[in-house]
């Protein structure tokens, strides 16, 4: 079993930065695509990004390339969102996820969300 747990989302004015954390348990961290995810009001949730098991490669919604970028430290179990120039369309509930086969899902594993909210 692999517990997700994120961290590190606010309020931001548009422009600026954040960057979430995904600190997770479990053994085989290092194997796993980790995924993140977000989710609007009165939207579906939608794919931003993944990082194949290594960090070898990232994959992004073309909306975020650009101003997002996705990295992982294996030794701390712990993926990072890292969010520049952000907009008010960045708005949302941000997940991560673990356990895929493919970079876009389906995945296994979900932590519980934190909201992010960009103030224009």
């Known amino acids: 079993q692999v517990q997700l747990v994120e961290s590190g989302g606010g309020l931001v004015q548009a422009g600026g930065s954040l960057r979430l954390s995904c600190a997770t348990s479990?053994?085989?961290?290092?194997?796993?695509?980790m995924g993140w995810f977000r989710q609007a009001p009165g939207k579906e949730r939608e794919f931003v990004g993944a990082?194949?098991?290594?960090?070898?490669?990232?994959y992004y919604t073309d909306s975020v390339k650009g101003r997002f970028t996705i990295s992982r430290d294996n030794a701390k179990k712990t993926v990072y969102l890292q969010m520049n120039n952000l907009k008010s369309e960045d708005t949302a509930v941000y997940y991560c996820?673990?356990?895929?086969?493919?970079?876009?899902?389906?995945?296994?594993?979900w932590g519980q969300g934190t909201q992010v909210t960009v103030s224009s």
């Open positions: 479990g053994r085989t961290f290092s194997r796993y695509i």
């Open positions: 990082i194949t098991s290594f960090g070898v490669r990232t």
């Open positions: 996820a673990a356990g895929a086969a493919t970079p876009e899902g389906p995945y296994d594993y």
